[in-house]
């Protein structure tokens, strides 16, 4: 759906950095609403999912009926964006969650719940970000997951390029989908959010053209 010739970009509403969300895609050009109910869905054009905790995130998206309308979203084409457990959120495989954790799928990747550490482990580095223009990105990382595997339709877009976790996957996009373990939204950096506005921009084009 567009309202007034612009973009209306979901955030999911049920628990994590929100507020965020909403105020760096507004920032970015778009008109940015909570999504709480199934038929909030209806009003978006792309979702993107919060960093918080994934496994709160994933009962709490079962419990409000968000899950498989999700799920059945993004397999038919919905842009969608996860930063830190938004990632988990978006892959196809999670190590280290709980047993009766649920995702909503779409990224045909492995990710490790958690892998940086506790909150006491979280950090800062700078990633350099394929597509992304303007030098490296100051990424933080809180209880972050990172990438083990990716599938063939998946591009690697940024690796932490120092430190312990040198090489480590930490930003992939597949197709409509994008995802980092990291919180571009907590830094005042807005590139990573218009990146995404330009993705979904081109999937709307393409669709109208």
Not at 21 to 47: C, F, K, N, S, T
Not at 81 to 86: E, F, I, N, P, V
Not at 130 to 144: D, Q, S, T
Not at 186 to 197: A, C, E, M, N
Request: hydrophobic share 45%; proline share 4%; glycine share 12%.
């Amino acid at each position: 759906m567009v309202v007034a010739g612009g973009l209306v970009i979901g955030v999911l509403a049920l628990q994590g950095d929100v507020r965020e969300h909403l105020y760096a895609l507004a920032e970015a050009g778009v008109l940015a609403r909570p999504i709480r109910r199934p038929a909030e869905l209806d009003q978006i054009d792309a979702l993107v999912v919060p960093g918080g905790e994934s496994t709160t995130m994933s009962k709490l998206a079962i419990e409000f009926g968000l899950l498989e309308p999700i799920q059945k979203m993004i397999a038919d084409g919905l842009p969608a964006y996860g930063s830190c457990a938004g990632m988990i959120m978006l892959s196809g495989e999670v190590l280290d969650g709980r047993p009766d954790q649920r995702s909503f799928g779409g990224i045909d990747m492995t990710v490790r719940r958690n892998a940086f550490g506790r909150q006491v482990d979280s950090f800062e580095a700078s990633v350099e970000l394929e597509g992304i223009e303007g030098g490296a990105f100051h990424a933080v990382f809180i209880r972050a997951p990172w990438v083990e595997r990716v599938g063939e339709a998946v591009r690697v877009v940024g690796r932490v390029t120092d430190g312990p976790a040198a090489g480590r996957i930490v930003a992939v996009r597949q197709e409509n989908l994008l995802a980092t373990a990291f919180h571009p939204e907590l830094t005042g950096d807005l590139r990573v959010h218009q990146f995404f506005v330009d993705m979904v921009r081109g999937v709307r084009d393409d669709a109208e053209g």
